[in-house]
C-alpha cells in the first residue's frame, strides 16, 4: 500500500485521496520548472492532483500559483495540502473541468502533467483511469485550453512519455502555433531508453532548441549526481 504522505524538505503532500500518488517523473518536472517560470508571473497549474507541481514551484517562485483539478477527492486533498504549506497565500485552487472553466484572466506560465496514456493499458480503478487516461482530457483539447488561457508572451511545459513527445511538438505547432523552446528526456538508468519527455513551449521560434539528458540512477542504483543536484532542494535525504 503506498505511503498515504510524502515528506520533502520544505512541504508535505498527503496522497491517500488522490489516484495518482508522488512520482518520481512529476517530481523532475516540478523541479526543473521551479527555476524557469518566470519571476512573480501568473502561474497556472492544469490537473493539480496532490498540488505537487504548485508547492514545487511556490518554494522558488514570487508570484501567485492557481491550480484546478477535476477529481473531487483530489480536490480536497489538494486544498488540505497547500493550505498546509508555507507558500497558502500565494496559492489557490479550483474544483472543475478546465475545457469549460472560466478563469479570472490570463496566465504567463502554465505547467501540467497531463493523463497521456491514449489507448494504452487501462489502470485498475475509475479514478486511476481519469488520472493516467486521456478519455476525459486529451492532448489536443489539453492545447487548446493551454492557448485559450495563456499570455500573448506566456510559455507553458509538460510531461509526456518520450515516444508521444514528437507528435505532441507536431501538434503543438500545427494547430497552435507552439515552438519548443527547451526539452529534457528522462531515462532510468545508463541501461533503460528515454521513458520521459519533459516539454518547454513558448509562442516565439527559436534558432536553436536545446535538449539536455538526465539519467535518474547509474548502473549501481544510487542517484546520479544530475538528477541530485536538480532535487536536492526538495527531497530529504539529498
Known amino acids: 500500500m503506498p505511503n498515504p504522505y510524502f515528506q520533502f524538505k520544505q512541504f508535505m503532500i498527503r496522497q491517500d485521496q488522490c489516484a495518482m500518488k508522488v512520482c518520481t517523473d512529476a517530481c523532475i518536472l516540478g523541479a526543473w520548472f521551479a527555476s524557469k517560470t518566470p519571476a512573480w508571473s501568473q ?7 496532490t498540488g505537487l507541481l504548485m508547492l514545487m514551484l511556490a518554494q522558488k517562485h514570487k508570484g501567485e500559483i492557481r491550480g484546478i483539478e477535476l477529481d473531487g477527492n483530489a480536490y480536497h486533498q489538494l486544498k488540505q495540502n497547500i493550505g498546509q ?11 472543475g473541468d478546465v475545457r469549460s472553466f472560466s478563469f479570472p484572466g490570463k496566465f504567463d506560465f502554465i505547467i501540467t502533467n497531463p493523463p497521456f496514456y491514449e489507448g494504452d493499458l487501462q489502470a485498475a480503478t475509475d479514478a486511476a483511469n481519469l488520472a493516467r487516461h486521456s478519455k476525459e482530457l486529451t492532448l489536443a483539447e489539453l492545447l487548446a ?3 485559450a488561457n495563456l499570455t500573448a508572451e506566456g510559455s507553458f511545459g509538460i510531461l509526456l512519455p518520450y515516444h508521444r ?18 526539452k529534457l528526456l528522462v531515462r532510468q538508468t545508463p541501461r533503460h531508453d528515454f521513458f520521459r519527455s519533459i516539454l518547454y513551449f513558448s509562442r516565439r521560434k527559436e534558432g536553436f532548441v536545446p535538449t539536455s539528458e538526465l539519467t535518474i ?12 543536484e536538480l532535487m536536492q532542494d526538495y ?3 539529498l
Open 145 to 147: 485550453v493551454i492557448d
Open 43 to 49: 502561474v497556472l497549474d492544469i490537473g493539480s492532483g
Open 217 to 228: 540512477q547509474n548502473s549501481e542504483g544510487v542517484y546520479t549526481e544530475d538528477f541530485t
Open 165 to 182: 513527445s514528437a507528435w505532441f511538438e507536431e501538434l503543438a505547432g500545427s494547430t497552435h502555433g507552439f515552438c519548443l523552446t527547451e
Open 235 to 237: 527531497y530529504l535525504y
Open 85 to 95: 504549506s508555507p507558500w497558502r497565500q500565494m496559492m489557490k485552487v479550483y474544483p
